[in-house]
T-cell receptor, first 115, second 111 residues
């Protein structure tokens, strides 16, 4: 148990569906992250929020839409995805950017399959 | 671009053997982080190194960061099946930007 919880753990969706991934952290952190992990590729950083403000959008297609209503919750809204978007989506949290001990703690991930 | 190279990509060892995984950057790093991942699951934080020449140990795992802060190694002594998984190094360059990762090293420990 890392203190970061992701739901759902598995998701199968059609290309015309709309779904959302949820992440919640109980660590008192102020930075939250979405990463995408595909087979044989490094973890790809998608979005970063620092004190609820988005600080990074790594050229992610607009079919992925993040939302951070507070420092404890992070969502990833999905719509009209493509099969190549199938991957493990990982959420992480850490102390705010600029602090010394910024190790990130990860959730268990959501395994997304787009059919 | 931000890149971390890990070697080897995969490693198969007999239980009880020692092993080393390497992580190299072309740039000086601010922080270097080691994680372990079971297949299809989240990453478990192992250790963070920030100072050149720093070395940390936890149980049978030791991580080192070189003086230039561009290379790190993870050493496992007397490996056990419980050590099996994917080991990833992550890093940031300034402390104010974001963690990027290597491609990982898949470790198999044969009983």
């Amino acid at each position: 148990e890392t203190g970061v919880t992701q739901t759902p753990r598995h998701l199968v969706m059609g290309m015309t569906n709309k779904k959302s991934l949820k992440c919640e952290q109980h660590l008192g952190h102020n930075a939250m992250y979405w990463y995408k992990q595909s087979a044989k590729k490094p973890l790809e950083l998608m979005f970063v929020y620092n004190f609820k403000e988005q600080t990074e959008n790594n050229s992610v297609p607009s079919r992925f839409s993040p939302e951070c209503p507070n420092s404890s919750h992070l969502f990833l809204h999905l719509h009209t995805l493509q099969p190549e978007d199938s991957a493990l989506y990982l959420c992480a949290s850490s102390q705010e950017l600029g602090t010394e001990h910024r190790e990130a703690f990860f959730g268990q991930g959501t395994r997304l399959t787009v059919v | 671009s931000q890149e971390l190279e890990q070697s080897p990509q995969s490693l198969i060892v007999q239980e009880g053997k020692n092993l080393t995984i390497n992580c190299t950057s072309s740039k000086t790093l601010y922080g270097l982080y080691w994680y372990k991942q079971k297949y299809g699951e989240g990453l478990i934080f192992l250790m963070m190194l920030q100072k050149g020449g720093e070395e940390k140990s936890h149980e049978k795992i030791t991580a080192k960061l070189d003086e230039k802060k561009q290379q790190s190694s993870l050493h496992i002594t007397a490996s056990q099946p419980s050590h099996a998984g994917i080991y990833l190094c992550g890093a940031d360059e300034t402390g104010a930007n974001n963690l990027f990762f290597g491609t990982g090293t898949r470790l198999t420990v044969i009983p």
